[in-house]
């Protein structure tokens, strides 16, 4: 069966989040299968889970079926924040105007829910109000600055700052071993959880090191799933407390050694930059292992 749609509002939203929002039940490898199947199209011509779907295009579906395109009820479940965990977050909030806010997100709390996820900042912030939107993710174990929406709007506006590369990052990571080099350009193609070829850039420099440790500025050109972590093991360094790229450390009770120290990007025309200082864990090892830093990390930002 053929299911002609006619889109009666632009939406600016991407085909595979239409297609889930019409259709519940769909999942994403559904969407992309049949989309590369030529079984979903646009104005009668293929197309991609990316496209930006606008008013008057013709979308057609040749497998329609009632079976395979449905809604389905899901009862989301109403996970309680704590006080405390809702004070940890006001807490760590170091900057928030009417459009977005800037965590500084601690180490051990996921950006987003999963199956093996008790709670995450995603969560949080739907509990504080149901229009804030991720924007960007960190690792469970990465801390530092996280960018937070506050409406639509922003979330399109920043997503869009982030996709076409005018977000710079900076992280500080402590590495196990010494890269060959001080400074370079890493290009690496990684796999991802998709098991899809992705193709990395990453620049680094070694801010001090000693026998065993580096301490390694991060300047990512892209923003892979683990990429600074494969990165690090890629350049025979890798990073203290990884406990996946780094299984065979003597560090193992260490957290990840590995910050987000500081962002920097324009919007409506206002440029916006924040640095962090290291969390103590990480003054902490440094301390442990005679290897120093400078207290303000901004310096590091021009070197």
Request: net charge positive; glycine share 2%.
């Given at each position: 069966m053929i299911k002609?749609?006619?889109?009666?509002?632009?939406?600016?939203?991407?085909?595979?989040?239409?297609?889930?929002y019409k259709y519940s039940s769909l999942t994403q490898g559904f969407i992309e299968k049949n989309i590369r199947k030529k079984n979903i199209l646009i104005n009668n011509s293929?197309?991609?889970?990316?496209?930006l779907v606008?008013?008057?295009?013709?979308?057609?579906?040749?497998?329609?079926?009632?079976?395979?395109y449905k809604n389905k009820i899901i009862f989301k479940k109403n996970i309680k924040i704590s006080k405390d965990i809702l004070a940890e977050f006001k807490k760590s909030i170091i900057f928030e105007n009417n459009n977005f806010i800037v965590l500084n997100k601690w180490s051990q709390i996921a950006t987003q829910g999963g199956s093996k996820i008790r709670i995450s900042i995603d969560q949080i912030i739907q509990n504080i109000n149901s229009q804030y939107r991720l924007v960007h993710r960190l690792d469970k174990e990465t801390s530092g600055l996280l960018l937070?929406?506050?409406?639509?709007?922003?979330?399109?506006?920043?997503?869009?700052?982030?996709?076409?590369?005018e977000i710079?990052?900076?992280y500080i990571a402590l590495c196990e071993g010494n890269p060959k080099h001080n400074f370079s350009q890493v290009k690496l193609d990684i796999k991802s959880k998709k098991l899809k070829i992705e193709s990395t850039v990453t620049n680094y420099k070694v801010i001090n090191k000693n026998n065993t440790i580096s301490s390694i500025l991060f300047n990512p050109q892209t923003g892979k799933t683990h990429q600074l972590r494969i990165v690090?093991?890629?350049?025979?360094?890798p990073i203290v407390g990884?406990?996946?790229y780094n299984i065979y450390s003597k560090y193992k009770k260490e957290s990840l050694m590995l910050h987000a120290f500081a962002i920097k990007f324009t919007i409506d025309n206002k440029k916006f930059e924040f640095v962090l200082n290291l969390p103590d864990y990480f003054l902490n090892f440094l301390k442990k292992n005679n290897l120093k830093i400078n207290k303000d990390l901004k310096n590091y930002l021009n070197s």
């Open positions: 002609n749609i006619k889109i009666l509002k632009n939406s600016n939203q991407r085909l595979d989040k239409y297609l889930k293929t197309t991609k889970a990316s496209y606008k008013i008057n295009d013709e979308l057609k579906i040749l497998n329609f079926h009632e079976n395979l937070i929406a506050k409406n639509l709007d922003y979330a399109k506006k920043i997503s869009s700052l982030f996709k076409q590369k710079t990052k900076f690090s093991k890629n350049l025979g360094c990884d406990n996946k």
